[in-house]
């Protein structure tokens, strides 16, 4: 695990050292309510400042529905609704992006280290964006692919036979690569890499919180933009 981290850290560093900075506060809310052995429902929740903190950047809602195959494997389906700032000149507002999305979730512990790796798979509509009157508007979408590959790891802090309470340390990394229609997006196969650290406390066996640092590289049409990300996120599962 800390080798895991140690290579994600260092390939980060390597390629955002040319990369435009910028500095923004993330807010999330994962949330899973269960059905019954088999089923459960899925949703989460993030509000994302600009640069600085001066403004919303983004707004997520996604909901889903879980199949529990087995102790270990998790398929979801569901939808994305993403409020997306975006700027022509001077002239900047919030435009919808639909997502439909599928993934699997694979949940493995190699000694006191909870593993999840997670697979996803989305279909992107992204706004086109026309100026009408001095404001922006969405004038149909453009249709874009993309894969994401999630790996995190949770460390108790303490020694418990089963981790119910206490703080914790987490460590996460996912990949996004875009897998169609690549010109909707910017034009390459490489998109982003979200790399993550936090410290958390489980205050009871269905509740955490943590508070942490992202380091978010991005790749746009013609340059890439180093984003360093403070992240408070709540996961509550019911």
Do not use: C
Request: net charge positive; hydrophobic share 45%; no cysteine.
């Amino acid at each position: 695990m800390r080798r895991l981290f140690l290579f994600f850290s260092f390939v980060s560093i390597s390629i955002a050292i040319n990369a435009q900075p910028q500095f923004s506060g993330w807010l999330a809310s994962f949330n899973t309510f269960r059905i019954n052995n088999k089923l459960s429902l899925h949703f989460d929740a993030q509000l994302r400042s600009t640069d600085e903190i001066k403004s919303v950047q983004s707004i997520l809602l996604r909901p889903g529905l879980n199949v529990h195959i087995s102790k270990s494997w998790v398929l979801t389906a569901g939808y994305a609704y993403i409020a997306n700032r975006r700027t022509v000149g001077v002239i900047t507002d919030l435009l919808p992006e639909h997502r439909i999305w599928q993934q699997a979730l694979f949940n493995q512990k190699i000694n006191r280290i909870a593993l999840a790796h997670r697979f996803r798979f989305e279909e992107r509509f992204i706004s086109k964006t026309v100026v009408e009157d001095n404001e922006l508007e969405t004038d149909g979408f453009n249709q874009a692919f993309r894969f994401r590959y999630f790996i995190r790891g949770i460390v108790p802090l303490v020694i418990q036979s089963s981790f119910v309470k206490g703080p914790f340390f987490a460590v996460q990394n996912e990949i996004f690569l875009n897998t169609g229609n690549k010109t909707t997006v910017n034009g390459k196969t490489f998109d982003q890499n979200r790399l993550y650290g936090a410290l958390g406390y489980r205050l009871q066996g269905k509740l955490d919180i943590e508070a942490g640092y992202m380091n978010q590289y991005t790749s746009t049409a013609a340059s890439f933009i180093n984003n360093h990300i403070v992240q408070i996120a709540l996961y509550k599962r019911l």
